[in-house]
């Protein structure tokens, strides 16, 4: 069943996660709970190791102990909010060359990001691969003229702390002022206008676009439109990156006081990176701080509409040249080879997010089968897509791909919402219709593996810890019975556990930290 977007967003409840671990004695016994409303079982999934099973339980949810007074650990932890969600939000993203920009005023807190006509996916040309750096050009490069436009100091982690949009500015004037000619490669002519493509900014810790980041980007794009005619700007596309131009880069990252991504985060840190894809280095940077208050960090339609996150080479290589290298240094080679991917990633998401669905389709498909495509965003993608057009088998295909590759980096989370201060799924099918398709594939999935699997709950942040980790364990223990009966042998090999840990969290409440999350260990090392 096709799940509606305008209900992901505030819904995305828990996320699933397992490791491989030893596994222990089997859950306890989990009271059940009355019929759900019907639900259309979805078609077996079919594995060389074993046909299919399809999933008819006599299981529930078990309700946590009732404290004193009477009301349950649970219901005194999360609050329950209506059925229905908010919409998610729907943002397009400005094309990196054109388009029209509204902004709001510099030092505005809570930016809205307009909805620009989406760019036509480009093809990738066969046998296209990794984009390398282009070959020198002449020995001497010429001094690029001087740029234009007011140039603001870096403001440090540790310096003065600006709404979003001065933050941005502050490092972006920075980052231009600091672009060294030598390392724009030998081969930028002085004469000319340098080509400049803008790869789309990300929150620094989930690797997702949010609005905020959105919002960045065009202020990166209206920056450099009005106040540095140095740079000709050129869409994120396979056929830019042929031409080996700049790429400008950025992270959001929610911090603490002394800059630390962990803890109480109440900041925003910005960082800008320069890298030119002609000699393959990076040419500059900028970091601002900006403050959190008033700032949209929900992530966009196709982010809070993927039901699943997993450590991701192709995310992780972006972070990496952002966050860690410096002027002058080779580009992070893992970024480098999966540029051509990450354009098409571009294309399918702008498809994705403007409805047109067999667009996106296509790309996604196309990129799952390109050099560097094996990456969470393409498999989400199919799966996203397949399910919007009705084809199952393809979705069913997809979200196999989406946990075989979850598994395989030992950390898989997939959202399930659940009722709060409940073990229970909730009961809107267009939100969990699906859940009984997805706890199929894991268990199938799992089954032909040798690991072990850790199943762990987890809450949102608020409320006292210990009722928290209560629910968080019989959400676990609820997961791990759905999955053991889908299967045959895999719940030797499961055990359930209690989670607090905040995963990559852009807010106190997000999808990503109400999850349920599997990791992976070696049956081998398990303890006894």
């Known amino acids: 069943m096709i799940r509606k977007t305008s209900n992901r967003l505030a819904l995305l409840g828990a996320t699933v996660a397992c490791t491989l671990v030893g596994c222990a004695a089997p859950a306890p016994e989990v009271v059940a709970e009355p019929p759900a409303p019907a639900i259309p079982e979805p078609p077996p999934v079919a594995f060389p190791s074993r046909p299919a099973d399809t999933i008819s339980l006599p299981l529930g949810p078990a309700t946590p102990k009732a404290g004193a007074d009477g009301a349950t650990a649970a219901s005194r932890t999360e609050a329950a909010p209506p059925v229905q969600p908010p919409k998610a939000t729907a943002v397009q993203p400005p094309a990196s060359g054109s388009g029209t920009l509204a902004l709001a005023p510099t030092g505005a807190g809570n930016l809205q990001t307009p909805a620009p006509k989406p760019d036509a996916a480009q093809a990738l040309a066969p046998g296209a691969g990794p984009v390398q750096p282009a070959p020198t050009g002449a020995a001497n490069p010429q001094t690029p003229p001087a740029l234009t436009g007011t140039v603001q100091p870096l403001v440090s982690g540790s310096g003065s702390v600006l709404q979003l949009g001065d933050a941005v500015l502050a490092a972006a004037n920075a980052l231009f002022a600091s672009a060294d000619p030598v390392q724009l490669g030998a081969g930028r ?33 209206k920056l450099v439109r009005e106040q540095y005619p140095r740079y000709e700007l050129k869409p994120f596309t396979t056929a830019t990156l042929a031409t080996h131009p700049l790429l400008l880069i950025g992270t959001v990252t929610p911090v603490d006081k002394d800059g630390k991504s962990q803890g109480a985060r109440d900041a925003l840190r910005i960082c800008l990176a320069l890298v030119d894809l002609q000699n393959g280095r990076v040419v500059s940077k900028g970091l601002a701080r900006a403050t959190s208050s008033g700032v949209d960090t929900t992530p966009t339609l196709f982010f809070a509409d993927s039901p699943a996150w997993a450590p991701d080479a192709a995310t992780q290589g972006y972070l990496k040249t952002c966050h860690e290298a410096n002027p002058g240094d080779p580009i992070n080679p893992t970024y480098s080879a999966r540029l051509t991917a990450a354009a098409l990633v571009h294309d399918a998401v702008i498809a994705y997010e403007a409805g047109d669905y067999e667009q996106a389709y296509q790309v996604f498909n196309r990129l799952r089968r390109a050099p560097g495509g094996d990456q969470l965003r393409a498999h989400n993608g199919l799966y996203l897509a397949s399910q919007k057009l009705g084809r199952r088998d393809d979705a069913t295909r997809a979200f196999a791909h989406v946990v075989d590759f979850g598994l395989a980096q030992k950390q898989l989370g997939i959202k399930f919402q659940f009722r709060p201060g409940s073990v229970a799924f909730v009961e809107d099918p267009q939100v969990s219709g699906e859940y009984p398709l997805w706890l199929t594939v894991v ?66 409440d997000d999808a990503l930290d109400r999850r349920v999350e599997f990791r992976v260990l070696d049956c081998k090392a398990r303890p006894s």
């Open 189 to 221: 002519s002085a004469a000319g206008r340098l080509p400049l493509s803008v790869d789309p900014p990300v929150d620094g810790m989930t690797g997702f676009q949010t609005v905020a980041t959105r919002t960045m980007q065009e202020r990166l794009v």
């Open 443 to 508: 268990s199938q999935v799992a089954e032909r593996r040798s690991d072990c699997i850790e199943v762990s709950g987890r809450t949102s942040r608020s409320g006292p810890e210990p009722l928290n980790e209560q629910l968080s364990l019989m959400r676990a223990q609820y997961i791990k019975q759905r999955i053991d009966a889908a299967g045959e042998t895999i719940g030797n090999r499961t055990r359930a556990v209690s989670g607090r840990e905040s995963l990559k969290g852009l807010g106190g």
